[in-house]
């Protein structure tokens, strides 16, 4: 499975940006999508997780700010990011886990900055 993410940017704190992640297969296929990210001399963590037929999760730090969703037709899931804050600075990774082994796109770096 290869993960293309992007849409990532400089973005002022309050403000939104919408990250993509294109899938090479149907994700139909695939246990779970889900985003994660990476800040600065902090260990990488899960910021949101769609499992395929059941409902999603998010961090704590995340709710009701963020939201994963997948285009089944395009193969693409979405994180939406509202509110931004300068501690959601990290860079994003799409992950894809099927059959307990995960896959890791290139990542796509976020920056809340006034």
């Known amino acids: 499975v290869q993960l293309q993410a992007s849409g990532g940017g400089l973005v002022q704190p309050g403000g939104s940006l919408r990250l993509s992640c294109a899938v090479s297969r149907d994700i139909n296929s695939i246990s779970f999508m889900g985003w994660y990210r990476q800040a600065p001399g902090k260990q990488r963590e899960l910021v949101a997780l769609?499992?395929?037929?059941?409902?999603?999760t998010y961090a704590d730090s995340v709710k009701g700010r963020f939201t994963i969703s997948r285009d089944n037709a395009k193969n693409t899931v979405y994180l939406e990011m509202n509110s931004l804050k300068v501690e959601d600075t990290a860079v994003y990774y799409c992950n894809a886990e099927d059959y307990g082994i995960k896959y890791w796109g290139q990542g796509t770096l976020v920056t809340v900055s006034s």
């Open positions: 769609s499992p395929y037929g059941r409902s999603t």
